[in-house]
């Protein structure tokens, strides 16, 4: 069973965000006022509890059975543990509604969710670098820029040679 999270992260801090609330949940579990819902709705918010509820109805968990819940947690934490990660440099701050189509994409073009490990880099100027698995590929609009003001600005100008 693949389990879809892009809903509820996109990045590397939010999974451990969400990872933090889902072991205090954990914690809660056999209380004996647990009540999912409630608990859901003080660690996320009214939308990802939304969200996850929906998670639990897709992934056929019987919301008011505490051992299939705890075992669905479990899950979804080592899913997280295990997700790749992939540093993703930009010129600026991305919004959410960025975060999500780069996921987006990823789960589009690769099958697999990733996380990102957005870092920001005001040089770049503009696009993106991106360093995974060692590598790192420039995409960003600083090396064409870079180029350009050298051979405008630094290469020394020669003056034409004329001949008497």
């Given at each position: 069973?693949?389990?879809?999270?892009?809903?509820?992260?996109?990045?590397?801090?939010?999974?451990?965000d969400?990872?933090?609330?889902?072991?205090?949940?954990?914690?809660?579990?056999f209380?004996?006022?647990?009540?999912?819902?409630?608990?859901?709705?003080?660690?996320?918010?009214?939308?990802?509890?939304?969200?996850?509820?929906?998670?639990?109805?897709?992934?056929?968990?019987?919301?008011?059975?505490?051992?299939?819940?705890?075992?669905?947690?479990?899950?979804?934490?080592?899913?997280?543990?295990?997700?790749?990660?992939?540093?993703?440099?930009?010129?600026?701050?991305?919004?959410?509604k960025?975060?999500?189509?780069?996921?987006?994409?990823?789960?589009?073009?690769?099958?697999?969710?990733?996380?990102?490990?957005?870092?920001?880099?005001?040089?770049?100027?503009?696009?993106?670098?991106?360093?995974?698995?060692?590598?790192?590929?420039?995409?960003?609009?600083?090396?064409?820029?870079?180029?350009?003001?050298?051979?405008?600005?630094?290469?020394?100008?020669?003056?034409?040679?004329?001949k008497?």
């Amino acid at each position: 069973m693949e389990i879809d999270l892009s809903d509820l992260f996109n990045t590397k801090s939010q999974s451990v965000d969400f990872a933090s609330r889902l072991n205090s949940i954990l914690k809660q579990i056999f209380e004996k006022e647990f009540n999912p819902e409630k608990v859901l709705m003080e660690q996320f918010g009214i939308e990802k509890k939304d969200r996850f509820m929906t998670l639990l109805r897709d992934n056929n968990i019987n919301a008011t059975s505490r051992l299939d819940i705890k075992s669905f947690i479990e899950k979804i934490l080592e899913k997280i543990n295990t997700m790749p990660v992939m540093e993703l440099v930009l010129a600026f701050k991305p919004t959410d509604k960025t975060l999500q189509s780069l996921s987006s994409w990823f789960i589009l073009n690769t099958k697999k969710q990733v996380l990102l490990d957005i870092k920001i880099d005001k040089n770049l100027i503009g696009g993106a670098a991106i360093l995974s698995n060692g590598k790192y590929l420039d995409f960003s609009v600083k090396p064409n820029f870079d180029k350009i003001f050298d051979d405008t600005f630094v290469k020394p100008f020669v003056p034409a040679v004329t001949k008497n």
